[in-house]
């Protein structure tokens, strides 16, 4: 299994060293799509998957969820999260063993979901809707520092509400002078490009482990396909996520890396548990 760069108590040193260091906002990688933002003090969690839930549900079955990358931190030892996010339904991005215990150390927590699963995420998680925020490409959320815009992303196709809400969304964060995008699982669509390029997007996290019917899942970008995407949208730095996670649905960095390169696209590539700052 592949250790995380930092882990546990080391991992949460980090974070407590960078609070010292407020001039940059700070990233770290949780594994699959899950993100640790940093700034100013106060913490984001963006689709974080830190259990095991799916490696057990899907035990003894035809697509056994084996874990790649051992979990960075048990979620009830982070009881300093002001806000965590899903962007859509799916386990390893809405996992209630991650985040009833998050509620449960963080009595305060934002919880944001869009307003489309707004009734799936608190069923899930075991609580009453208005527990929940929720949020549209029509209304913005603040909450801290941060500012959060939605955007529909296309988990192979977009896919909307009887309102026309996305069932799959992206986030544009604003936190100070930065912008941050956050895809969730999504493919490119028309227009998606021309969409991001007008929010000037410093940091960019998008998926790379493609599609393949194959192994029966939802299809995300590839690697060059999510490297093209930064680029074509001007993006300043993009990160690569959404793989190693699972050996049934992953994917290299590689060709991410030779299409970043191959077009100027300036990216990093980060470790579990690893920080980046801006």
């Known amino acids: 299994m ?12 980090d974070i407590a060293q960078a609070k010292n260091d407020q001039d940059h906002l700070h990233v770290w990688w949780l594994g699959q799509s899950g993100f640790l933002v940093q700034w100013l003090g106060y913490h984001l969690l963006m689709d974080p998957y830190l259990s095991d839930s799916l490696t057990k549900k899907y035990a003894n079955t035809d697509k056994p969820h084996i874990r790649m990358t051992e979990r960075v931190i048990a979620p009830e030892r982070l009881n300093f999260i002001d806000v965590v996010t899903s962007s859509h339904n799916h386990t390893d991005h809405l996992d209630g063993e991650t985040i009833t215990p998050l509620l449960n150390a963080n009595p305060g927590l934002v919880v944001m979901v869009s307003q489309a699963n ?19 490409p029509q209304q913005p959320v603040q909450t801290g520092p941060f500012t959060f815009h939605a955007m529909p992303s296309a988990h192979e196709v977009l896919e909307a509400d009887e309102l026309g809400n996305p069932k799959y ?18 493919v490119r669509y028309a227009g998606m490009d021309n969409q991001l390029r007008q ?7 998008l998926p790379i482990n493609g599609r393949d019917p194959r192994r029966g899942v939802a299809g995300n970008l590839s ?10 949208s001007e993006v300043r730095l993009v990160i690569p996520c959404h793989y190693q996670m699972f050996q049934f649905n992953s994917a ?9 390169q191959q077009l100027g696209q300036a990216y990093h590539v980060l470790g579990c548990g690893q920080r980046f700052s801006l």
């Open 2 to 13: 592949i250790p995380p760069v930092l882990i546990n108590d080391e991992f949460l040193g």
């Open 118 to 136: 707004l009734e799936f995420a608190a069923q899930r998680l075991q609580v009453p809707p208005h527990r929940l925020t929720a949020i549209t």
């Open 169 to 186: 969304i992206g986030l544009v964060v604003k936190a100070g002078p930065w912008t941050l995008y956050h895809s969730g699982d999504t």
């Open 199 to 205: 929010w000037q997007i410093d940091l960019a996290m």
């Open 223 to 232: 690697g060059a396909e999510a490297a093209q995407l930064a680029f074509d």
């Open 252 to 260: 290299t960095p590689e060709e991410f890396i030779q299409t970043a």
